[in-house]
């Protein structure tokens, strides 16, 4: 079982950045596959960014250039720094992991096992 736990959400200006981190029970340990969702009311769940085992990354169309994942050794988490954002990028926010060690990452829910409870994100000015 690993725990997730997602902060540094917030509200931003259209333009702002965040800095999201995801801390995991095990991430001291354990190079899990991880990977940052994001949910509106009424929508699907879309994964936006993920790190492999082996730390190859993978994005999501819309966010490619402005989002960038990484494995921050010395917190133990999981982070996911975002620039120029958008109105639209306002949502739940999510970190999921794959408990299986693999060199590739998906944004494919169905990929993950285990989810934090999530951080809002609010871009409005």
């Known amino acids: 079982q690993v725990q997730l736990v997602e902060s540094g959400g917030g509200l931003v200006q259209p333009g702002g950045s965040l800095r999201l981190s995801c801390a995991g029970s095990t991430f001291a340990e354990d190079y899990y596959t991880v990977a940052w969702f994001r949910q509106a009311a009424g929508k699907e769940r879309e994964g936006v960014a993920c790190?492999?085992?082996?730390?190859?990354?993978a994005y999501e169309d819309s966010v490619e250039g402005r989002l960038t994942i990484s494995r921050e050794h010395s917190k133990n988490t999981v982070d996911l720094q975002m620039n120029n954002l958008k109105p639209e990028d306002t949502d739940i926010y999510y970190c999921?992991?794959?408990?299986?060690?693999?060199?590739?990452?998906?944004?494919?829910?169905?990929?993950?096992?285990?989810w934090g409870q999530g951080t809002q994100v609010t871009v409005s000015s």
């Open positions: 999921a992991v794959d408990k299986n060690f693999k060199n590739y990452c998906s944004l494919l829910e169905d990929e993950y096992d285990y």
């Open positions: 790190i492999s085992h082996t730390d190859m990354r």
